[in-house]
Nanobody, 115 residues
Framework: QVQLVESGGGLVQAGGSLKLSCAAS????????MGWYRQAPGNQREWVAT???????DYRTSVKGRFTISRDSAKNTVNLQMNSLKPEDTAVYYC?????????WGKGTLVTVSS
């Protein structure tokens, strides 16, 4: 089993910044990629950003230029630096890890952006 723990969520005003972190532990041999998803009230969960074990990154269009995903040298921690936050970024943000053939999810951290 793999455990993922997110941190860094909170309440900020529009235009502000937050940094989310996700630490993976457990049976993480074979970790291939980590990423962030989010789910706003009444909406489906949507992909935000991904970084692979080869340090390849990708972002959904609406966050390009504002969000930056990164990983540490151990390849078991992923961060999401969020700048120029907008009210529409308000959501529960979930960390995802791909380990061998399995996907694992964190419990989520709430980001609220006020207007």
């Amino acid at each position: 089993q793999v455990q993922l723990v997110e941190s860094g969520g909170g309440l900020v005003q529009a235009g502000g910044s937050l940094k989310l972190s996700c630490a993976a532990s457990g049976s993480i041999a074979g970790l291939r990629a980590m990423g962030w998803y989010r789910q706003a009230p009444g909406n489906q969960r949507e992909w935000v950003a991904t970084v692979t074990d080869r340090s390849i990154t990708d972002y959904r269009t609406s966050v390009k230029g504002r969000f930056t995903i990164s990983r540490d040298s151990a390849k078991n921690t992923v961060n999401l630096q969020m700048n120029s936050l907008k009210p529409e970024d308000t959501a529960v943000y979930y960390c995802k890890a791909s380990v061998a053939s399995m996907n694992y999810w964190g419990k989520g951290t709430l980001v609220t952006v006020s207007s």
